[in-house]
């Protein structure tokens, strides 16, 4: 099973809200990473935990505020967002060790930011 | 230095022949080189992966081929379908300095739009 989940699927909010994103995946991986996906273009590297401990925050605005709680999940709180935070937001997962670098993304959870 | 080109930006090919998509890369320390296909509304799937001790891999119709002293790898995919039509993404990161790293960070080409018409 290569499997990993995210909820919402589709999320609208305005720039008021507090949100939260979920990822799950249960393949024993100890590496879990956020991307923002824009139309068109790669995905950029958001954050990477491993071993649930913050690994790589790629200067990310403190607007966007990451969450492991475990092994098996990661989230990511969302306050105060600006349109141009209007992305598709994916989740990945890896092991943790060196014989192996396969990143499994999630379906993603598109925001709409209004 | 960190930066994966990949060529063409749009690719149109006839059902039955061969795609070709090209990647080059200048880090010298980049020692894993996988290729995503992703598909409108979802999220990039890993398709085949290449380490540089080997110049060719094949997985069924895709082959990755890999020219370490050119610094340039490949996707091949062979007897093109209309459902291989998606975006496809070239990456490459540094497995081995994971430690150093702290973590893994896959570099990605700006992808190539695929269509396959039947």
């Known amino acids: 099973d290569t499997e990993v989940t995210q909820t919402p699927k589709h999320l609208v909010m305005g720039m008021t809200n507090k949100k939260s994103l979920k990822c799950e995946q249960h393949m024993g991986h100890r590496a879990m990473y956020w991307y923002k996906q824009k139309a068109k273009k790669p995905p950029e590297l958001m954050f990477v935990y491993s071993y649930e401990k913050l690994s790589i925050n790629e200067s990310v605005p403190s607007r966007f505020s990451p969450e492991c709680p475990n092994s098996s999940l990661l989230n990511l709180h969302l306050h105060a967002l600006q349109p141009e935070d209007s992305a598709l937001y994916l989740c990945a997962s890896s092991h943790r060790d060196r014989g192996s670098d396969e990143q499994y993304f999630g379906p993603g959870t598109r925001l709409t930011v209004t | 230095q960190q930066q994966v080109k990949q060529s063409p930006q749009s690719l149109i090919v006839q059902k039955g022949g061969i795609s070709i998509i090209n990647c080059a890369y200048e880090?010298?320390?980049?020692?894993?080189f996988p290729w995503y296909q992703q598909f409108p509304g979802k999220g990039p799937a890993l398709l085949i992966a290449i380490r540089p001790d080997v110049s060719e891999k094949k997985e069924g119709r895709f082959t990755i081929s890999f020219n370490k002293s050119a610094k340039q790898f490949s996707l091949h995919i062979m007897d093109s379908q209309p459902g291989d039509s998606a975006t496809y993404f070239c990456?490459?990161?540094?497995?081995?300095?994971?430690?150093?790293?702290?973590?893994?960070?896959?570099?990605f080409g700006e992808g190539t739009q695929l269509t396959v018409n039947p």
């Open positions: 880090n010298t320390a980049f020692d894993y």
């Open positions: 990456a490459a990161s540094m497995m081995g300095r994971w430690e150093e790293t702290s973590g893994s960070r896959l570099t």
